[in-house]
């Protein structure tokens, strides 16, 4: 079992940057995917990026943040990153970190270990 918890969140102007942090404990944190997820009030999560566990690991991003948005990890410090840029007011959204049991990416379903969230408010 891993326990996650989600910092970095806030307010920011359109345009501007936030960095997202997600320290776990537990077990084998080096040898899970992980992942980070946003949702806002009355609709589904969404999948925004996710990184694999391997040596040279992979990332995957959904469409709306790729080149504005990127995911790396820190195996040393048990702790994943979202590096978000030029944010937009359609990045308004509580972001979770989740951990996958596998060590590859694969599908967003197979994450199944959430933190609590954090909420990123961009205004317009």
């Known amino acids: 079992q891993v326990q996650l918890v989600e910092s970095g969140g806030g307010l920011v102007q359109a345009g501007g940057s936030l960095r997202l942090s997600c320290a776990a404990s537990?077990?084998?944190?080096?040898?899970?995917?992980m992942a980070w997820f946003r949702q806002v009030p009355g609709k589904e999560r969404e999948f925004v990026a996710a990184?694999?566990?391997?040596?040279?690991?992979?990332?995957s991003y959904t469409d709306s943040v790729k080149g504005r948005f990127t995911i790396s990890r820190d195996n040393a410090k048990n702790t994943v990153y979202l590096q978000m840029n030029s944010l937009k007011p359609e990045d308004t959204a509580v972001y979770y970190c989740?951990?996958?049991?596998?060590?590859?990416?694969?599908?967003?379903?197979?994450?199944?270990?959430w933190g609590q969230g954090t909420q990123v408010t961009v205004s317009s």
């Open positions: 989740a951990a996958s049991p596998y060590s590859l990416i694969g599908n967003p379903r197979d994450f199944g270990s």
């Open positions: 990184i694999g566990a391997t040596v040279l690991p992979t990332t």
């Open positions: 537990g077990r084998s944190f080096s040898s899970r995917a």
